[in-house]
Structures are given as C-alpha cells and as structure tokens.
C-alpha cells in the first residue's frame, strides 16, 4: 500500500499562488492515477484534480470545472512526486488538500494525511 504525503500548504492572500506536493515513495507515478481531492470545513470532499500516465499514448489530466485555467497538475517520475501548481487563489479555495492512489475516491486505498490551504487577507 502506497504512503502519500502532502506539503507546500499554508496562507496565502486571494490572487495568490501555491504548489503543492504529493510524495510517493515506491510508488510508480507512470502506471498509477494519482487524485487530488479537498475538504473544506461543513462542505463535503471534493475532487480537484486527477493526473493518470498509465497510457501509453497520452497522459491524462482532469480539473474540477472551478479551477479550470489556474490550477496544474504534473508529475516527476524520478522524484516519485505529484505536484498541483495553484494560482489566483481564492478564499473559496481553503480547504485541506489531500492526494490519493486514485481518481474515483471509492477505489482510493490510500489517502495522504492532509496539508491546509487558507486564502484570506
């Protein structure tokens, strides 16, 4: 079983950016989907932002339509990490980031423990 570990969260002012990242050691990142999901308080867990490179033809990234156009997500194969670059943060984006060994949160079957994001002024 997979060990994720998320960091690069904290505060930030809206319009701001963050990266963060998503280690996965052992874990192989070309043949594996990884996901990035986040919490936010009283709201339920929602998914951001998936990177599959199990294809041998293309690689696959998928955004939630709410960070379409600021938010990146990729991959080093040699550092076993995911990244998710953020930009024009906005205060609807605190919440807590988590990344997990799949796409679809029911065949997750491990989950990071978690790094916050607040965006206030």
């Known amino acids: 079983q997979a060990q994720l570990v998320e960091s690069g969260g904290g505060l930030v002012q809206p319009g701001g950016s963050l990266t963060l990242s998503c280690a996965v050691p052992?874990?192989?990142?070309?043949?594996?989907?990884i996901g990035w999901f986040r919490q936010a308080p009283g709201k339920e867990r929602e998914k951001v932002s998936c990177?599959?490179?199990?294809?041998?033809?293309?690689?696959?990234?998928y955004y939630v339509d709410s960070v379409k156009g600021r938010f990146t997500v990729s991959r080093d194969n040699a550092k076993n990490k995911v990244y998710l670059q953020m930009t024009g943060l906005t205060e609807d984006d605190t919440a807590v980031y988590y990344c997990?060994?799949?796409?679809?949160?029911?065949?997750?079957?491990?989950w990071g423990p978690g790094t916050q994001v607040t965006v206030s002024s």
């Open positions: 052992g874990f192989s990142l070309d043949t594996h989907v």
């Open positions: 990177i599959d490179s199990s294809s041998e033809i293309n690689e696959f990234k």
């Open positions: 997990a060994t799949d796409c679809d949160p029911d065949y997750v079957d491990s």
